[in-house]
């Protein structure tokens, strides 16, 4: 017997049919013998609707009231999983985030997670019954007011409650089979892969798979809880996702690359002409960090035909772009720069592996197989176990296609793809 | 400066724009230098929609999920009004029953109010702020779970929050002018009343006129809470409910009769040869209480013609009518009657009004007017402000009508009908 936090999102929940389904995959888990606890987002596009309506009746939009409007979602959602649960004959109690024990501090939209006290959760598997929770929201613990967590919120709020009652696994229900070597829709001969660490996960995420959120695999981590990413169509093994020592088992099989994950979702911005005395680059980068900017890459290169002068070139998220160029543009006589350049999108490309702590000549293939393909290399970031360049966005796909490759990811077969990724 | 408690009913708040509508009111009342309370149901069809996907979902609606799946409709209305108002330039805050304090016993789905601690209401005031609550639900004090009051729940939400703040008057907002002194869709000359006492109220609300929910004017009674039930569509000064002493400055312009009210909803049960002994129908009425039937009047009368048996007759609700006679007829052989008869509806029409206590022949004229009219009195039963008369059913219209205009309560032009009671 197992304790097992199983998260459902909104796709997965988004009519009755799917209530239902989701609901026989609950029962069936409890039938097996385990403790069963729920956490499930709103169903389908009731988040959406929601803002609609905020968005017909108020230009201010209250962090607070927009709080209390959007856990009216979570609120629907886990009393209708709840019932349909309790009519297969297995006992289910919904919870909202505060009754769960959920604290968070007061940045109403954003909240962070301060403490969980699953006082009630813990009285209701002592008790035989299965725990269906609110995800997305808790409770400030200044006021008793609801919060919402903000993006990934569901699954945070499943890894935090797996974690707060040592759960065995935390399973992320979606509506793929798990997570795969490459976007399927572009590589097809992705692959889904058995075992990931938690590193992998968050350098494949962070640098555009469509995975995890980031917060949710952080706090899976700190709290070494296994998660495990899998269809909520399937009865199929997904992807398990654990660390270093726990994936060890997977080395017989195991790639020196996991997975190649690429991303559109950045721009590149050059400021041409600046001097090259100590404390410009520094005082660059303030000017971008006052505009919240999200720096990547970083290339800095001095002119060798005009001396005394270099180019710093840095990457942003496209949406951040305008901002942090505006404040550049604000501070020009400031930083005695001559103007500034930008390209929107770019495309970046990354491997990702744990092998590539140990093995030697990884970049050198990366190298050669874009070359081969004839695939310019504009700037580069390395990790210990993730090395990331620019290319040309029209040759992302590509670049993608010709590492996968490379690094012998390739499948025999091409990728189920069922849909969207529903997170 | 007063302390207002504003209730408005879904049909107020059915969509974006009678949320602006409704906030514009809220606004302009504490713009005119008052402290402001609103109490907000579900947006229109929401709470229905809602029991829709609940029938979809599941047959068992276990009730503790009912409430919190119901509780998510005020949630969306209270957030959506509460930025409304802010938009204004009026500070507004949201507050769940639980946040405002509204505590109540375990009866998911028809729970009992405790007690009320409005201390974060309070505080709101206190801040210059206005405090919109949800109306409708509270939180069960002895595991702080949501309940939700049951039917009539948001007026007594509203009538309830202007007790425990010591309110200067509770205003009860619908779509219609106020109380009329018949239903104008069947009398049409109708009049709104000025002035009502809460006893009138109860009566015509008990004998079917569209008034307001029993429990809320009850609560009202007890804690002598002004009503002022009027339109959301118009400033015109609708109808206050208050208790009699107050009422007096309506003497000079007081009509015996304040309102007629008609009611289609009963019916009438006969139990036939029935035997003359002590204790029959004792045992006869505990049977129909064992089926929860709500009895109003009862007429007994014996056969002249057949001494030691008599006929006894009663009207209960229609939806009960089944459940009564299923008992009555279970327990045949034990009470010796000889058949059942049902009728199924019938009319009762009722004229009420605190003149009665002084005044005499008001029954003299009552019985004249209707057979002026040729309408048979089947049964009767009175209270000291109230007679109701049993009639056939095809001549209700008719009776109201002719009582209307007996007891000089005919206006001069037609009553003025914007829709539905709302309520």
């Known amino acids: 017997m197992a304790l097992i936090v199983q998260k459902f999102g909104g796709s997965s929940v988004a009519d009755a049919e799917g209530i239902k389904r989701v609901a026989r995959r609950i029962a069936q888990t409890k039938n097996d013998g385990h403790d069963v606890v729920v956490v499930v987002s709103a169903m389908g596009d009731t988040t959406d609707e929601l803002l609609d309506l905020a968005n017909e009746v108020t230009s201010t939009q209250p962090a607070r009231e927009m709080d209390i409007l959007l856990t009216a979602g979570e609120r629907i959602s886990m009393a209708l999983l709840a019932m349909a649960v309790n009519d297969l004959g297995c006992e289910a109690r919904a919870y909202t985030g505060q009754q769960a024990g959920l604290k968070t501090d007061a940045k109403y939209g954003k909240a962070s997670i301060v403490d969980i006290v699953p006082q009630r959760i813990k009285e209701t598997l002592n008790e035989g019954a299965i725990a269906i929770v609110a995800g997305f929201q808790g409770v400030n613990v200044e006021n008793n007011d609801v919060t919402t967590l903000g993006r990934g919120g569901s699954d945070t709020t499943a890894v935090a409650f797996a974690a707060a009652l040592g759960a065995d696994v935390c399973e992320i229900y979606t509506d793929v089979d798990g997570v795969f070597s490459a976007d399927p829709r ?200 993730r090395i990331s360049v620019v290319v040309d966005p029209q040759k992302l796909d590509d670049a993608a296609r010709a590492l996968h490759t490379a690094f012998e990811l390739d499948a025999d077969g091409e990728a189920v793809v069922y849909g969207g990724t529903g997170r």
């Open 186 to 385: 572009i590589v097809s001969k992705a692959r889904q892969l058995k075992v990931m660490t938690y590193e992998e996960t968050l350098e494949l995420a962070a640098h555009g798979a469509k995975v995890l959120h980031l917060r949710a695999v952080e706090f899976a981590r700190r709290f070494n809880v296994p998660l495990h990413v899998r269809s909520s169509f399937s009865d199929k093994e997904g992807t398990w996702i654990v660390d270093e020592s726990s994936s060890k088992n997977r080395a017989m099989e195991a790639p020196i690359v996991a997975g190649v994950a690429h991303d559109r979702s950045q721009g590149k911005i050059s400021v041409v002409g600046v001097p090259d005395i100590p404390g410009v680059a520094a005082h660059i980068f303030s000017v971008v960090a006052d505009a919240d900017g999200n720096i990547d890459m970083i290339v800095q290169n001095s002119s060798l035909s005009n001396p005394g002068i270099s180019n710093i070139s840095f990457t942003v998220p496209v949406e951040q772009m305008d901002d942090v160029v505006a404040n550049l543009e604000k501070a020009q006589e400031e930083l005695g720069f001559n103007n500034i350049q930008t390209q929107s999108p770019i495309g970046i490309i990354s491997i990702v592996g744990e092998g590539m702590r140990s093995h030697t000549g990884v970049s050198a293939k990366l190298f050669n197989a874009l070359a081969e393909n004839s695939i310019n290399v504009e700037m580069i970031s390395t990790s210990e176990i």
